[in-house]
């Protein structure tokens, strides 16, 4: 799975017919320096079928920008979320990134998913605004060379080569499917090379077609193999057939994936699904906010931290560049590690995260029924 640096321009022009009258209207000289605040986009889907994960990301968000106005802002300049709903799809992203290039907003956290990142970051580049991605992994995101983009979420690539590598320490043969998407193939390729270049390489190379409701035949093969893992690219509806299809046939083989599989489609593989291995985001939980608050679904739980720490980013961009300037703010970025709350983020030159940002967790079912995976190292 990846905002936007926002300066804020404005101009009063007041005309006052009396010079009495703007005597009465003039601000006082402390409320003449007090620095404009900054306003902070977020585009989420709020709507459609990643909603439950937007919400999450609004949560983080606000609770982030909450705490760093308590603290007194950055650099004396209080924060301001907008937050509007891309709803995950790419015209209303396009329609969301207008907007908020015309309410001066030029530094954003979003879009989640990649499509929407792809079909917006130019027009964020072109307006002056930095884009920082909490989740879009699509490795050619990045490749553009735009000077706006940056995202937390690791790689495709980076994904597959931290699951190759530790694929390539297991015993016994391994074999990789994927669900022929662009984003399933290329997990699957990044795993082939790691594996290979270890001297590994995988005994099968299947696919299993997004929409399959059945994997008797693909999973007849892996066990003629005997495999011993299986790495799935893809997402989680496949995931689910293709565990739920390995446990009837007894094939006892781990079952590897990437953050794709974090859906309620993969939860419904039941117990099937339990013991998978993933590759995701270094853990990044949002603390506890202060005083009442809605609770968080598991969706909510996983992004709240990513936008979260995302808000920090831009606002220690902020600070560096001692100016809401777009240009200026991606260069304070790259300039170096980033701290914050939730840890130290680095950017290379494209916008990327370090290779510290994948970690291998397990999926574990908690005893009320709910699924977790923080902390389980496989």
Do not use: C
Request: no cysteine; glycine share 12%; net charge positive.
């Amino acid at each position: 799975m990846s905002t936007t640096a926002f300066r804020v321009a404005h101009r009063l022009a007041l005309v006052l017919p009396a010079l009495s009258l703007a005597a009465a209207v003039a601000p006082s000289p402390a409320a003449a320096q007090a620095p404009a605040p900054v306003k902070i986009g977020l585009s989420a889907p709020l709507t459609g079928p990643d909603a439950a994960f937007g919400q999450g990301l609004r949560l983080g968000a606000e609770q982030a920008v909450a705490e760093i106005n308590r603290a007194g802002g950055t650099g004396g300049r209080r924060l301001v979320l907008v937050v509007a709903d891309d709803a995950g799809d790419q015209r209303q992203g396009a329609v969301v990134a207008r907007k908020f290039l015309g309410e001066g907003v030029r530094l954003v956290v979003g879009p989640l998913e990649s499509s929407v990142v792809a079909a917006v970051a130019p027009l964020y580049e072109a307006g002056g605004a930095v884009l920082l991605t909490p989740g879009a992994s699509y490795p050619a995101l990045t490749a553009q060379g735009l000077w706006n983009l940056f995202r937390l979420a690791p790689g495709d690539a980076q994904q597959g080569a931290a699951a190759g590598a530790w694929l390539a320490e297991r015993e016994g043969p391994v074999a990789i499917v994927h669900d022929r998407s662009t984003f399933g193939r290329g997990l699957a390729d990044a795993v082939s090379r790691t594996l290979r270049a270890r001297g590994r390489p995988e005994a099968l190379f299947e696919s299993l077609p997004r929409g399959s409701r059945e994997a008797g035949d693909l999973v007849g093969r892996l066990k003629a193999a005997g495999v011993r893992a299986v790495y799935f690219g893809g997402f989680g509806a496949e995931a689910a057939v293709l565990a739920r299809a390995m446990r009837e046939a007894g094939l006892d083989a781990t079952l590897v994936g990437s953050d794709g599989l974090l859906d309620r489609d993969f939860a419904a593989a039941g117990p099937a699904a339990e013991g998978t291995v993933m590759t995701v985001l270094a853990d990044r939980r949002a603390p506890e906010p202060r005083g009442k608050a809605p609770p968080r679904g598991p969706e909510a739980t996983l992004v709240a931290g990513s936008a979260y720490m995302a808000v920090e980013v831009l606002a220690q961009g902020l600070a560096r560049a001692r100016s809401p300037d777009g240009r200026r703010v991606a260069e304070a970025l790259r300039a170096g590690p980033v701290r914050t709350s939730l840890g130290e983020v680095t950017f290379d030159g494209r916008g990327d995260p370090g290779r510290d940002a994948v970690v291998l967790r397990v999926w574990r079912r908690t005893p009320d029924g709910r699924v977790d995976y923080a902390g389980n190292e496989p």
